[in-house]
């Protein structure tokens, strides 16, 4: 049954922003769950907290995408319109659409407001399994089972721009630079590549000596280093101008799913991912030690989202517990 409930109560590093690196965090995160939100039928694939950090957006396997208002756990809307499952969502940076990926091989741009169907872009073979808007929010780029990443103009008729041939298997996570100038991508073929966004020349190709299967990737908040989840229990920090490694972060259990790894930068420097133990786990950025594990979910966590404002993070599972859990951190709140 849809709705939530609430649960009794129970700085930007160096490395992120600057030149170098900064101390470990001072202040221990002590994150609670708050609220649990219950509505979707399937597993959660997607959590995308709004720009000004009031809504937050969920997509899940039963075709649905749904607005969950931040402070309250009230369900505000939901759009139905994909005809199979969707994998992934990203917001405008007004916060006025939503983009939506999915099985059905089509991308949907949502009015957010009016709660419609803006346009659908077709074009990949098979399907799409990520996406994410520039901070322009005039592009988007997609990238699917169809081992290729395409760069969409949102303004034209629904046509991408670009096709790149990026990889040799499904390409499972996409996203831009903070200016919009770089794409980064990667996929099951355990490679990371750096585009230019405008030429969709590839600028660089990062893989580890192991050669995992690449879950998720991400640019720092500066753009300077990548974050990159794999398939080895292993998440790595990269120097991508140099190809180096700088940090690795481990504990959780990423073996079978493409889990989410992302920057907590609010309250504390912190390196924040789900994992197939069913645990949402936090690690200082600089010292790599482990900080917290957040327990309540009773299937795996495939995603989780830090809020851009607050020290908030939502956290999502599989079947066997389709629900989103708010975890607030009250003692370092901002």
């Not at 091989?105 to 098979?126: C, D, P, R, S």
């Not at 930068?265 to 600089?286: A, F, N, P, R």
Request: aromatic share 8%; hydrophobic share 35%.
């Amino acid at each position: 049954m849809a709705g939530s409930y609430t649960l009794p109560p129970s700085g930007i590093p160096q490395a992120i922003s600057g030149e170098g690196l900064e101390p470990s965090s001072q202040t221990k995160p002590n994150y609670r769950a708050k609220y649990v939100l219950g509505g979707h039928t399937m597993a959660i694939s997607s959590l995308k907290f709004s720009p000004a950090g009031t809504l937050l957006a969920s997509a899940a396997a039963d075709k649905q995408i749904k607005i969950w208002h931040v402070y309250t756990g009230e369900i505000l809307k939901t759009f139905s319109g994909h005809q199979e499952g969707v994998n992934d969502i990203t917001w405008s940076s007004d916060g006025e659409f939503l983009a939506s990926a999915s099985d059905d091989k089509t991308i949907i741009l949502w009015n957010i407001e009016l709660g419609a169907v803006a346009k659908t872009l077709h074009g990949h073979t098979n399907f799409v399994f990520c996406v994410s808007f520039n901070p322009r929010s005039n592009l988007l780029v997609s990238g699917g089972y169809d081992e290729t990443v395409r760069v969409w103009d949102v303004a034209r008729a629904g046509r991408s721009m670009k096709v790149l041939p990026a990889h040799s298997d499904p390409v499972t996570a996409v996203g831009f630079s903070h200016d919009g100038t770089l794409v980064v991508s990667c996929a099951m073929d355990g490679l990371i590549r750096i585009w230019d966004a405008d030429s969709g020349q590839c600028l660089k190709t990062l893989v580890d000596d192991d050669n995992p299967i690449c879950s998720h990737v991400a640019f720092s908040p500066n753009s300077k280093y990548i974050l990159a989840a794999t398939q080895d229990s292993t998440i790595r920090l990269w120097n991508y101008q140099n190809s180096r490694c700088v940090k690795t972060y481990k504990g959780h259990t990423n073996r079978t799913y493409c889990l989410y790894t992302c920057f907590s930068t609010v309250t504390g420097h912190y390196i924040v991912s789900g994992s197939e133990d069913c645990k949402v786990y936090l690690w200082d950025l600089q010292s790599r030690e482990l900080l917290q594990v957040l327990e309540g979910h009773r299937d795996e966590i495939m995603r989780q989202q830090t809020h851009p404002e607050r020290a908030v993070i939502a956290s999502a599972s599989m079947e066997k517990d389709p629900t989103i859990r708010l975890w607030f951190d009250d003692a370092n709140k901002r």
